[in-house]
C-alpha cells in the first residue's frame, strides 16, 4: 500500500532530487515492514490479538522459540509457486534481452 498511496502525481509535488530520494526511501522502508509483517502472519497464521495484546510480537516470540504451524495446504501450493517463480523469471530474462538487443541496433 504505500506504494500505491504515494503514487506518480505525488511524486510530481516534490520539487528537488533529495525530497524524491527521502520518499522513495520512505516508501521503500515502510514497504519493506509492511512485507515482513505480512511475511511473518503468513508463515504462523492469521495474527489476531483477540486478548488486546500485540499480535506481531506474539508471533515473531512464537517463531523465535520455533513453534511454527503446520499448513496442510502448502505443499500443494509449491506448485502454482514454482510456476509462478520461473514465470517471473523468464519474463525478467525476456525483457533484458529484449533492452539486450535495442541497445546494440
Known amino acids: 500500500m504505500p506504494f500505491a498511496c504515494l503514487g506518480i502525481v505525488g511524486y510530481s509535488y516534490l520539487s528537488t532530487i533529495a525530497e524524491r530520494r527521502f520518499a522513495g526511501l520512505l516508501v521503500l522502508l515502510v514497504g519493506l515492514l509492511s512485507f515482513a509483517t505480512n511475511l511473518i502472519g503468513a508463515i504462523q497464521g492469521a495474527m489476531n490479538c483477540p486478548d488486546g495484546r500485540n499480535a506481531l510480537s506474539d508471533q515473531l516470540r512464537a517463531l523465535v522459540h520455533g513453534e511454527i504451524h503446520y499448513f496442510?495446504?502448502?505443499?500443494?501450493?509449491?506448485?502454482?509457486?514454482?510456476?509462478?517463480?520461473?514465470?517471473?523469471?523468464?519474463?525478467?530474462?525476456?525483457?533484458?534481452?529484449?533492452?539486450?538487443?535495442?541497445?546494440?541496433?
Request: aromatic share 8%.
Open 72 to 105: 496442510p495446504l502448502a505443499p500443494w501450493l509449491l506448485v502454482p509457486l514454482v510456476i509462478c517463480l520461473v514465470l517471473f523469471v523468464w519474463t525478467l530474462v525476456g525483457l533484458m534481452t529484449r533492452r539486450g538487443q535495442s541497445a546494440v541496433s
